[in-house]
């Protein structure tokens, strides 16, 4: 192979990451130059291979300031055959002390179109090739403004006689403190609605799933309660005050009713609305069809995927 090289950035260096062409322009995120100057990206983090003295393949671990873990592959652009890539991959990891997670971005539509889809593949068997092991797939999901339900004002749905009037099945209250969070959590198999749980273990070291309030700073009163006949059915834990506003956690209590998740939703965004949201974002694993239809039916589109791999 002609004059191949593989190497990591040097300070100053960001102009050579940028030279090669975005292959998924649709795709929105964070620039190389933005990640630089927010201290997530490092020039010795990022590494290159150079054809010809042409980028053919670039990658850039993320390290937020203040992160208890290690670096994750964020960024990881391929133009030319996987093998390249995997040897990319391979020198990084050596740098690193050894291979990372590596979460794949991608269009949400990345399996229907086919040119998404050319961009995708290469990436992913370079990381194969490279002893990755795919984990799964998650899609976040944005509501941009679209009424949740016309005609009603899922915000007015505060007491019984509220819900008997617009044929809802649940009422809603805000939690009452921490304990009530902790204690209806514990109850909850397994979340419907986890946005940004990757970044949460991956920068503070918390599951999502099992201590939200580890990773979610805002005032217990902005977690909802959904209740059936006065008993609690489900939670859900808005965050209008994060990067931008999303539904940061929504959880069924066991035995799980999904027939009231639709409400949920409704309410969370109505709330986030209310506060000033224009856009909210919403993370649902790729194989819960269910929570992803009650999700569209509140009026969300899937905007990205992200599919993890993990050492093996």
Do not use: N
């Given at each position: 192979m002609a004059d191949l090289v593989i190497r990591p950035l040097t300070a100053g260096e960001e102009h050579v990451f940028d030279?090669?062409?975005?292959p998924q322009p649709e795709l929105r995120q964070v620039g190389y130059a933005d990640g630089l100057a927010g201290g997530?990206?490092?020039p010795e983090h990022t590494w290159i291979a150079q054809l010809d003295g042409q980028v053919v393949a670039r990658a850039a671990w993320l390290l937020p300031p203040g992160s208890v873990g290690r670096p994750w592959l964020e960024r990881f652009d391929l133009t030319a055959e996987p093998s390249v890539g995997a040897a990319l991959l391979a020198a990084a990891h050596r740098s690193l002390g050894g291979p990372t997670g590596y979460y794949a971005s991608m269009p949400a539509s990345w399996r229907q179109v086919p040119h998404q889809q050319a961009a995708a593949r290469p990436p992913m068997a370079a990381a194969r090739l490279a002893g990755l092991v795919e984990q799964g797939e998650r899609l976040r999901m944005a509501w941009t403004g679209t009424p949740v339900a016309p005609g009603s004002d899922r915000r007015a749905l505060r007491s019984a006689a509220d819900a008997a009037e617009?044929?809802?099945?649940?009422t809603f209250r805000p939690a009452a403190d921490v304990a009530e969070i902790e204690a209806l959590t514990a109850r909850v198999g397994e979340p419907d609605v986890l946005t940004g749980a990757e970044i949460a273990r991956?920068?503070?070291?918390v599951d999502l799933a099992r201590e939200p309030l580890k990773w979610l700073s805002g005032p217990p009163g902005d977690w909802r309660v959904a209740l059936v006949d006065g008993e609690p059915v489900g939670l859900t834990g808005p965050a209008g005050d994060a990067c931008y506003p999303m539904i940061a956690y929504l959880g069924l209590l066991d035995p799980p009713d999904p027939a009231v998740r639709a409400e949920m939703l409704a309410d969370a965004v109505s709330g986030l609305v209310a506060g000033g949201a224009l856009?909210?974002?919403?993370?649902?694993?790729?194989?819960?069809?269910?929570?992803?239809a009650d999700l569209e039916r509140t009026a969300f589109a899937p905007v990205r995927s992200r599919v993890h791999f993990a050492p093996a």
């Amino acid at each position: 192979m002609a004059d191949l090289v593989i190497r990591p950035l040097t300070a100053g260096e960001e102009h050579v990451f940028d030279s090669m062409p975005d292959p998924q322009p649709e795709l929105r995120q964070v620039g190389y130059a933005d990640g630089l100057a927010g201290g997530g990206y490092r020039p010795e983090h990022t590494w290159i291979a150079q054809l010809d003295g042409q980028v053919v393949a670039r990658a850039a671990w993320l390290l937020p300031p203040g992160s208890v873990g290690r670096p994750w592959l964020e960024r990881f652009d391929l133009t030319a055959e996987p093998s390249v890539g995997a040897a990319l991959l391979a020198a990084a990891h050596r740098s690193l002390g050894g291979p990372t997670g590596y979460y794949a971005s991608m269009p949400a539509s990345w399996r229907q179109v086919p040119h998404q889809q050319a961009a995708a593949r290469p990436p992913m068997a370079a990381a194969r090739l490279a002893g990755l092991v795919e984990q799964g797939e998650r899609l976040r999901m944005a509501w941009t403004g679209t009424p949740v339900a016309p005609g009603s004002d899922r915000r007015a749905l505060r007491s019984a006689a509220d819900a008997a009037e617009t044929g809802a099945r649940c009422t809603f209250r805000p939690a009452a403190d921490v304990a009530e969070i902790e204690a209806l959590t514990a109850r909850v198999g397994e979340p419907d609605v986890l946005t940004g749980a990757e970044i949460a273990r991956l920068v503070r070291g918390v599951d999502l799933a099992r201590e939200p309030l580890k990773w979610l700073s805002g005032p217990p009163g902005d977690w909802r309660v959904a209740l059936v006949d006065g008993e609690p059915v489900g939670l859900t834990g808005p965050a209008g005050d994060a990067c931008y506003p999303m539904i940061a956690y929504l959880g069924l209590l066991d035995p799980p009713d999904p027939a009231v998740r639709a409400e949920m939703l409704a309410d969370a965004v109505s709330g986030l609305v209310a506060g000033g949201a224009l856009e909210i974002v919403a993370d649902v694993d790729a194989d819960r069809p269910g929570v992803r239809a009650d999700l569209e039916r509140t009026a969300f589109a899937p905007v990205r995927s992200r599919v993890h791999f993990a050492p093996a």
